[in-house]
């Protein structure tokens, strides 16, 4: 009953942000040549992930580049059955949330897998590419 | 600091509520609890109004439903704690009152979640991260950041698929019951495990439906509920509110919510009290997995015992504390914003006893309640005591 109530229609919204990227582009330069590189503080010397400008920890803003191999086990994961609008067009997906043994966590897909062997504790290494929209990223696959 | 008893309560049927604008929706939560605490909008001094938003037509929901409920004039604000939004206007209501700056004021939550198709609504909700570490290349979900955590969970102690569908058996046996909850039907354990793979190992069964709703709370100082001769208010005895970070690939584990243990701590701390005192509970179950996860964090159970206390019927009218018997977000639905105030809501109903129908009244001794009311993946927790 209640989907056949009157209604009138909004005008349109069609929001696009554009994100600021300067203080970590580097990490998209690397991702382009083929590397995986993230942030550590010289302040207090701790790795961070997702790469940053400025330090939670000790608020310093001494950054250096570290280049990370990449690799890891896998410490939680999902297979995506149902997907949001702007990823429709993509078939399911596996995220997965690794530990590198560097000691950072990253989330990404987990590709070339068969989804019925994927587990928790099972080792994978990072990829670093283009995504078939063209766009730099990253991924695991199993190793 | 002033005691403060929660005086009136209100609460819309929860929905797909095609028949209502987010004004009226709001108002058949305000009506009630004003008629309930004796007072009329022009009584109230403050109101906090929850509502993550963003889904609906309006930029301003506060000032919009305030208007139309007669609220205008009253001090107003918006309160975002993404899915624990009731509960964060709930406790800025609380401390205007605690501190003497208002004797009533009002805490409402809404969301109108249903004007937008399921696959934007799942673009907007899955942003509930760090949009672009998490979103932007990996379209993370609502579901599958909780379905992260279940992996984990089931991996290091366990807990199995059916485990989590008996949480969605309970609550849904709950909201069979409950005339304000969107599903007012049972299901099996069979059921939900055979229902849409949504995000591995969730299933459509193991998650709150998207659904529009409002609930709404009039709280007051201990002089005034007297003044006003309130026969049984419901005091609030501990608060707590903890948060933790945005990005998932930053937390100690995936098996349980550090910002639910720690806000717990503050409450139960707050109110000189423990799990073990604990007579009847809300806790966020916005999926299965959650519900079990909240059991340890709060204390009900040791880490990992989460499951052999839904299998063991602990949680249900009859063990030793009765766990979302008004059916959870689960089968009550889950608008957004409208949560924690629907938690208060309920809470307030059993510690009267007058929980509708009245096969869903918990056996109180201590009239001792609590509610736990999470935003986002962990990202924020709010944790309430409640005392009659």
Same mark, same amino acid.
């Given at each position: 009953?209640?989907?056949?109530?009157?209604?009138?229609?909004?005008?349109?919204?069609?929001?696009?942000?554009?994100? %600021?990227?300067?203080?970590?582009?580097?990490?998209?330069?690397?991702?382009?040549?083929?590397?995986?590189?993230?942030?550590?503080?010289?302040?207090?010397?701790?790795?961070?992930?997702?790469?940053?400008?400025?330090?939670?920890?000790?608020?310093?803003?001494?950054?250096?580049?570290?280049?990370?191999?990449?690799?890891?086990?896998?410490?939680?994961?999902?297979?995506?059955?149902?997907?949001?609008?702007?990823?429709?067009?993509?078939? %399911?997906?596996?995220?997965?949330?690794?530990?590198?043994?560097?000691?950072?966590?990253?989330?990404?897909?987990?590709?070339?897998?068969?989804?019925?062997?994927?587990?928790?504790?099972?080792?994978?290494?990072?990829?670093?590419?283009?995504?078939?929209?063209?766009?730099?990223?990253?991924?695991?696959?199993?190793? | 600091?002033?005691?403060?008893?929660?005086?009136?309560?209100?609460?819309?049927?929860?929905?797909?509520?095609?028949?209502?604008?987010?004004?009226?929706?709001?108002?058949?939560?305000?009506?009630?609890?004003?008629?309930?605490?004796?007072?009329?909008?022009?009584? @109230?001094?403050?109101?906090?109004?929850?509502?993550?938003?963003?889904?609906?037509?309006?930029? #301003?929901?506060?000032?919009?439903?305030?208007?139309?409920?007669?609220?205008?004039?009253?001090?107003?604000?918006?309160?975002?704690?993404?899915?624990?939004?009731?509960?964060?206007?709930?406790?800025?209501?609380?401390?205007?009152?605690?501190?003497?700056?208002?004797?009533?004021?009002?805490?409402?939550?809404?969301?109108?979640?249903?004007?937008?198709?399921?696959?934007?609504?799942?673009?907007?909700?899955?942003?509930?991260?760090?949009?672009?570490?998490?979103?932007?290349?990996?379209?993370?979900?609502?579901?599958?950041?909780?379905?992260?955590?279940?992996?984990?969970?089931? =991996?290091?102690?366990? +807990?199995?698929?059916?485990?989590?569908?008996?949480?969605?058996?309970?609550?849904?046996?709950?909201?069979?019951?409950?005339?304000?909850?969107?599903?007012?039907?049972?299901?099996?354990?069979?059921?939900?495990?055979?229902?849409?793979?949504?995000?591995?190992? #969730?299933?459509?069964?193991?998650?709150?439906?998207?659904?529009?709703? =409002?609930?709404?709370?009039?709280?007051?100082?201990?002089?005034?509920?007297?003044?006003?001769?309130?026969?049984?208010?419901?005091?609030?005895?501990?608060?707590?509110?903890?948060?933790?970070?945005?990005?998932?690939?930053?937390?100690?584990?995936?098996?349980? #919510?550090?910002?639910?243990?720690?806000?717990?701590?503050?409450?139960?701390?707050?109110?000189?009290?423990?799990?073990?005192?604990?007579?009847?509970? +809300?806790?966020?179950?916005?999926? +299965?997995?959650?519900?079990?996860?909240?059991?340890?964090?709060?204390?009900?159970?040791?880490?990992?015992?989460?499951?052999?206390?839904?299998?063991?019927?602990?949680?249900?009218?009859?063990?030793? @504390?009765?766990?979302? @018997?008004?059916?959870? #977000?689960?089968?009550?639905?889950?608008?957004?914003?409208? +949560?924690?105030?629907?938690?208060?809501?309920?809470?307030?109903?059993?510690?009267?006893?007058?929980?509708?129908?009245?096969?869903?009244?918990?056996?109180?001794?201590?009239? @001792?309640?609590?509610?736990?009311?999470?935003?986002?993946?962990?990202?924020?927790?709010?944790?309430?005591?409640?005392?009659?």
């Amino acid at each position: 009953m209640w989907n056949a109530m009157p209604s009138i229609r909004s005008r349109p919204l069609n929001l696009v942000f554009e994100i %600021p990227t300067s203080r970590t582009q580097k990490f998209w330069q690397w991702i382009e040549g083929g590397e995986f590189h993230t942030t550590r503080c010289r302040g207090c010397g701790t790795l961070l992930f997702p790469p940053v400008a400025d330090c939670p920890g000790c608020l310093s803003s001494e950054m250096e580049w570290v280049k990370l191999e990449g690799r890891g086990v896998v410490d939680a994961f999902t297979h995506v059955i149902a997907r949001p609008t702007s990823f429709q067009q993509h078939e %399911p997906y596996t995220i997965a949330i690794v530990r590198l043994r560097e000691g950072v966590r990253v989330l990404a897909w987990l590709m070339d897998v068969d989804i019925t062997k994927v587990e928790v504790g099972m080792s994978v290494r990072l990829e670093v590419g283009k995504t078939p929209e063209g766009e730099a990223s990253y991924w695991f696959v199993p190793s | 600091m002033k005691r403060v008893a929660v005086i009136g309560v209100g609460h819309s049927t929860f929905g797909v509520r095609k028949d209502v604008n987010l004004s009226e929706l709001t108002f058949e939560a305000v009506r009630p609890a004003l008629d309930d605490a004796g007072l009329s909008g022009k009584d @109230i001094e403050f109101v906090s109004f929850a509502s993550a938003g963003g889904m609906y037509e309006e930029a #301003l929901p506060a000032v919009v439903a305030a208007e139309y409920c007669g609220l205008t004039g009253a001090g107003l604000l918006r309160c975002e704690a993404a899915c624990a939004s009731g509960s964060a206007a709930f406790l800025t209501s609380y401390l205007n009152v605690a501190s003497g700056h208002a004797d009533v004021a009002m805490a409402i939550g809404m969301e109108k979640m249903t004007e937008v198709d399921t696959p934007t609504m799942m673009e907007l909700i899955g942003r509930a991260g760090s949009y672009l570490w998490e979103f932007h290349n990996f379209g993370t979900t609502f579901p599958s950041y909780y379905a992260l955590y279940a992996s984990a969970h089931m =991996a290091r102690f366990g +807990t199995t698929e059916e485990d989590l569908a008996l949480v969605a058996v309970k609550n849904h046996r709950y909201g069979a019951l409950n005339p304000k909850a969107r599903f007012q039907r049972e299901t099996t354990v069979d059921e939900v495990l055979a229902s849409y793979p949504v995000a591995w190992p #969730l299933k459509l069964f193991d998650c709150c439906p998207i659904c529009d709703g =409002a609930a709404a709370a009039v709280l007051a100082s201990e002089e005034k509920a007297r003044e006003l001769g309130v026969d049984t208010p419901i005091w609030v005895s501990g608060v707590g509110c903890s948060s933790d970070t945005a990005n998932m690939g930053k937390r100690p584990d995936y098996v349980g #919510l550090k910002a639910s243990v720690s806000a717990s701590e503050r409450a139960y701390g707050m109110a000189g009290l423990g799990p073990d005192d604990i007579e009847v509970a +809300t806790v966020h179950d916005c999926f +299965t997995i959650a519900e079990l996860m909240a059991y340890e964090d709060l204390g009900f159970c040791g880490k990992g015992e989460g499951a052999a206390l839904i299998r063991e019927g602990v949680t249900e009218i009859g063990g030793k @504390i009765p766990v979302n @018997i008004d059916g959870g #977000l689960k089968a009550k639905g889950h608008p957004i914003g409208a +949560t924690g105030c629907s938690m208060i809501y309920e809470l307030t109903k059993q510690l009267r006893e007058e929980a509708e129908r009245r096969q869903r009244q918990a056996p109180l001794e201590r009239y @001792i309640a609590l509610a736990h009311n999470v935003g986002g993946t962990g990202h924020y927790c709010y944790v309430t005591i409640l005392r009659r």
